[in-house]
């Protein structure tokens, strides 16, 4: 009887040193799963907080873009602000080729990117009211005018000039070509915002025909076959970091059926490309500069919502400013080039 009492007592003894064992385990696994509840909740309520901080921020920010207007550098100094400065690392995701993101784009077909039929090389621009091709570079925000051959990626910025530019422009003798010069008002305004402006050095030093252009006939095919000859001769104009949109920026911006750029006569596609033209988008209701003489050298083609004409030299008008993207650009890979969300470059 005595050994079998020994037996139960050593039993039971085992029996409550597990039972011990198997209630302090659950006490430390309800002690880590309390700690990992508490930290989750923590990290959702961070998260919670710096959403609701900034969201409405962000919504200004988007429906300023959504408006087209001009400049949104308030609403996104505003934004940057409240994300502690890092806006690109947050919204822009892994960083990628902005060419390849705009070439790889799922929905390339309905984002306005087209070929650009007048170019025998592989050159695309952006077309129609509705084209994918905001981009914004620090606090400055702007639209992609085509990807160049070369690599690089031709940009408009949305901000014009403040002020109403008086034309100062000069004819070389014998080649047909007009320009602007260095000492013109138009070239000094643009001069003095390139040099306020930061991150120049995502662009190329040496651009293409900035500020002139020839002009020899009135037949669109001619003018698209023609309009470079002569140009590099003349070192004003050959080579800047900066410029303004041409003609032919603002003619293979739309999409109209009706728009031909192969034959017929530029008074007539001037008219007939203002439809689906996302330009017209940008531009205040006052005119703007291009670089393209018209009429027999007289005048410069300008564009507004409402008129594209050759106006006369003494005419005020406004310009935007026309730059070149490296094409070592990077850019974040969650955006799409809509208006609510932009390409952000990714700054130096």
């Known amino acids: 009887m005595k050994n079998l009492n020994d037996r139960g007592f050593a039993i039971s003894t085992m029996l409550y040193g597990i039972l011990t064992m198997i209630i302090l385990i659950l006490m430390l696994l309800l002690s880590i799963m309390r700690s990992t509840y508490n930290k989750e909740t923590m ?13 409405k921020k962000q919504v200004n920010l988007d429906m300023c873009y959504m408006a087209n207007n001009y400049s949104c550098t308030d609403e996104y100094e505003t934004y940057v602000s409240c994300v502690g400065g890092e806006a690109n690392a947050i919204a822009s995701g892994n960083l990628v080729s902005l060419r390849d993101l705009i070439l790889d784009n799922e929905d390339v077909q309905n984002s306005g990117l087209t070929t650009d039929v007048t ?133 293979k911006a739309s999409n109209s059926t009706e728009c031909s750029l192969s034959s017929g006569t530029i008074a007539n596609s001037m008219t007939k490309c203002r439809s689906g033209n996302w330009m017209n988008s940008v531009s205040s209701n006052s005119c703007h500069w291009t670089s393209t003489p018209y009429n027999g050298l007289s005048q410069f083609v300008t564009y507004s919502p409402s008129s594209v004409t050759g106006t006369a030299l003494l005419t005020q008008c406004t310009a935007n400013m026309v730059a070149y993207l490296k094409s070592n650009t990077m850019v974040g890979s969650n955006a799409d080039g809509t208006a609510a969300h932009p390409y952000i470059v990714q700054l130096q």
């Open 119 to 251: 170019n025998a090389t592989k050159r695309y621009v952006f077309t129609g009211d509705s084209a994918r091709n905001y981009i914004k570079i620090g606090t400055k925000s702007g639209r992609i005018i085509a990807l160049e051959n070369d690599g690089s990626i031709k940009i408009m910025f949305d901000d014009a000039t403040t002020e109403p530019i008086d034309k100062k422009s000069s004819t070389q003798a014998g080649s047909g070509v007009q320009f602007w010069t260095n000492s013109s008002t138009l070239r000094n305004s643009l001069q003095n915002k390139w040099n306020n402006m930061d991150y120049t050095s995502l662009f190329k030093v040496d651009g293409v025909y900035y500020f002139g252009a020839i002009y020899s006939t009135d037949n669109v095919g001619s003018y698209f076959s023609s309009m470079d000859t002569n140009i590099n001769n003349n070192t004003e104009i050959a080579k800047n970091s900066f410029g303004i949109v041409s003609l032919a920026d603002y003619l």
């Open 43 to 55: 990290a959702s309520e961070d998260v919670s907080y710096y959403l609701n901080k900034c969201i």
